[in-house]
């Protein structure tokens, strides 16, 4: 097992180096970058998460999705202190990453002789590109290294285009400019590290759908985030279903201890440790009298086949 990882790791590298000045890995990398996703894929290779689980996921706190992959070693999926356009507002999607970089004239001709043999548009500057490969439920997220003045990698025209595309919006660290037509666009939200009537000048795409850093959090494409006023989860697409019926069943479970508590069937200290056979009993029954259970039947039975309680 080691010795196939070791290989998959010398294939991917040399496949990355081979390809520097490619806009895009090709699908066949990002499959290995994502190779624990067993699921439906983009031609581009990036992971398809259900419609269905990106719905469920908007109803479970930033501090769930944390707590559950902690729980799983991945300690470096949260970034927080965001300037959110709607801030009221949730945002869950499949993620097309980009890279900007310090503008280097030698690296950025090449990159974009690259793109115009790849048939990417020659019209404007090159943080349309992202913008081009999105599809419906994408969320277009960049790592612009911060940069704020000079670094607005969007006005409401291209946020105009993003909606468009993917009915979602954008997560930047980095900077936006006209962030009043951006609140204008109905359903376009927007989480950013600052906002300048500034153009973008100085900087770089140097990748779209590779690996990037967002603060705290490494993030592959294909990833799911979810996005709410206190902060962005990056979650894997592996255990983006996990991860939601794990949550739900959390929200079900502390449902339960409440209305148990307030009714005074059963002490706090009971509640807070490890239920025994009848507390058990009784959630199982509480449950099968609710009509509006967050997962199907056949999930929590699952779910609770395993739990330990």
């Known amino acids: 097992m080691k010795k196939n990882l070791t290989w998959m790791a010398v294939f991917l590298l040399s496949g990355f180096m081979a390809t520097a000045q490619q806009v895009t890995p090709t699908p066949d990398q990002i499959k290995i970058l994502t190779s624990e996703w067993k699921g439906e894929r983009y031609p581009d290779g990036r992971p398809k998460v259900s419609d269905e689980y990106l719905k469920r996921l908007k109803n479970i706190s ?9 729980n799983k070693g991945y300690q470096n ?11 009221d507002s949730t945002m869950t999607g499949r993620v097309v990453t980009a890279q900007y970089m310090p503008l280097r004239p030698d690296m950025e001709k090449v990159f974009k002789e690259k793109g115009k043999a790849e048939g990417r548009s020659q019209a404007g500057g090159t943080n349309s590109w992202p913008i081009d490969v999105l599809k419906e439920g994408d969320i277009y ?10 670094g607005t990698l969007i006005g409401d025209n291209l946020g105009n285009s993003i909606y468009a ?9 980095g900077s936006v400019r006209d962030v009043e037509g951006l609140s204008e666009i109905k359903g376009f939200n927007g989480w950013i590290k600052g906002q300048d009537p500034s153009y973008i000048q100085q900087m770089m795409l140097s990748g779209i759908n ?16 979810l996005a709410k ?3 962005t989860v990056f ?6 279903e996990e991860l939601v019926i794990n949550a739900e069943f959390i929200a079900l479970r502390d449902e339960f201890g409440h209305q148990r508590l307030r009714e005074g069937k059963y002490t706090p200290g009971e509640v807070d440790s490890k239920w025994n056979d009848k507390i058990k009993n009784d959630f ?5 009298a609710r009509k509006d259970l967050p997962m199907s039947r056949n999930e929590l039975d699952e779910y609770m086949k395993n739990r330990t309680w």
């Open 210 to 225: 590779v690996p990037i850093r967002i603060g705290r959090a490494t993030v592959l494409p294909g990833d799911v985030v």
């Open 77 to 87: 999926q949260y970034e927080g202190e965001w300037m959110v356009i709607h801030p």
């Open 141 to 150: 997220v960049a790592d612009g290294y911060g940069k704020i003045v000079d």
């Open 165 to 173: 595309k993917s009915k979602r919006g954008v997560i930047f660290y």
């Open 229 to 231: 006023k206190a902060g």
């Open 62 to 70: 930033i501090e769930e999705a944390w707590g559950v992959l902690r």
């Open 284 to 288: 199982v029954q509480w449950t099968k």
């Open 235 to 240: 979650i894997p697409s592996h255990l983006v």
